[in-house]
């Protein structure tokens, strides 16, 4: 190996190691939150991540009262089960659904992926519940639903 082979391999060397010790001293040393904003890197594309609740219809059963608009999003309030539909948001985005109470929410995974995704919800330390679908470039359907039939009010949130 040549004189100058060697000064590349140790530069081609030192450069790993300064970008090794640049991931770990700028990670997180938390667990995570995934509440939290993204970090530097989720910010790049510059557009929001999560579903505009103007894309969001909605329909249920029975007939709930009509859905409104509110500075946090869109509101609905229904009896036992509803159907959102999500248009196409062009791109993998977040629908963001917040409740005074428990719900129970079932989407399909994003993708191909032949999978129902299911759970409930429950308010928790701030008195929200908080449910995060993830929806892919294509039309979504997601299915609420209200534990023991006592009536829920479930916000499409902005964020």
Do not use: N
């Not at 719900?103 to 993708?111: E, Q």
């Amino acid at each position: 190996m040549s004189g100058r082979q060697k000064v590349l391999l140790a530069a081609l060397a030192g450069l790993l190691v300064a970008l090794y010790m640049i991931a770990v001293g700028g990670g997180r040393h938390d667990r995570g939150d995934p509440a939290a904003r993204p970090g530097w890197l989720g910010r790049l594309d510059g557009g929001s991540t999560t579903v505009d609740p103007a894309t969001v219809t909605v329909a249920c059963a029975p007939p709930a009262t009509p859905p409104t608009t509110s500075p946090d999003g869109t509101v609905i309030t229904f009896r036992t089960a509803c159907l959102l539909r999500v248009a196409d948001p062009g791109g993998l985005r977040t629908l963001v659904l917040r409740s005074p109470t428990s719900f129970a929410v079932s989407a399909a995974a994003p993708g191909d992926a032949e999978v129902t995704l299911r759970d409930e919800v429950s308010p928790g330390d701030g008195g929200t519940a908080v449910a995060k679908v993830a929806v892919d470039d294509r039309a979504t359907e997601v299915a609420l639903s209200c534990p023991g039939g006592d009536g829920c009010t479930v916000t499409v949130a902005r964020s």
